[in-house]
């Protein structure tokens, strides 16, 4: 999880001071996005709970405590930067034609579909530049060696597609 400016001071204390607890977090009115391979962006008005009261019915912990050991090997293998791992290869079955998606769209909200990428007429740049840790796009050379405004970290540039 990463925490930018206030956040970064009043959230993220709290949870660093109780991260070895394995507290509950819950985000509210967060969206996934690509940047850093994986993660959470906020909306307007989203909130971070750390630790909130809840009802003796719900057994996070008891999950937590049944699956801390394959938690422990998922962090220490880093699957949370495999993008694999994150978000694998579907299987061929749940491949979806354009047609058969449109006409389940009002049930099913997503899916994988196959098709033929055509760019508009006119549209010439295939590529552009990106720091290597996050992805962002950066306009720099490619044999540069920048500090990315994104991801703060010193890092090259590559060609993405």
């Known amino acids: 999880m990463t925490l930018w400016n206030e956040f970064e001071h009043d959230e993220g204390s709290k949870i660093a001071d109780m991260i ?4 509950l977090i819950i985000a509210l ?7 850093n391979i994986l993660s959470f962006t906020t909306r307007y008005s989203f ?6 009261p809840l009802p003796d019915d719900l057994s996070f912990k008891q999950w ?6 394959e938690i422990q090997n998922l962090l220490n293998a880093k699957t949370y930067s495999d993008a694999n791992c994150l978000l694998p290869p579907p299987n061929e079955e749940d491949i979806k034609a354009i047609s058969t998606f449109q006409a389940s769209f009002p049930i099913q909200k997503a899916a994988w ?8 007429y006119g549209f010439t740049k295939y590529w552009t530049t990106a720091c290597v840790n996050c992805y962002k796009i950066v306009n720099a050379d490619i044999d540069w060696i920048i500090h990315c405004p994104s991801c ?8 993405r597609c």
Not at 29 to 35: A, E, G, H, S, Y
Not at 47 to 52: F, H, Q
Not at 152 to 159: A, D, I, P
């Open 20 to 23: 070895s607890t394995a507290s």
């Open 29 to 35: 009115r967060v969206k996934v996005t690509t940047f």
């Open 47 to 52: 909130g971070i709970l750390i630790s909130p």
């Open 64 to 69: 937590f405590t049944l699956n801390k050991e």
């Open 113 to 120: 579909v196959q098709g033929t990428v055509k760019l508009a």
């Open 152 to 159: 703060k970290q010193q890092s090259e540039v590559e060609l």
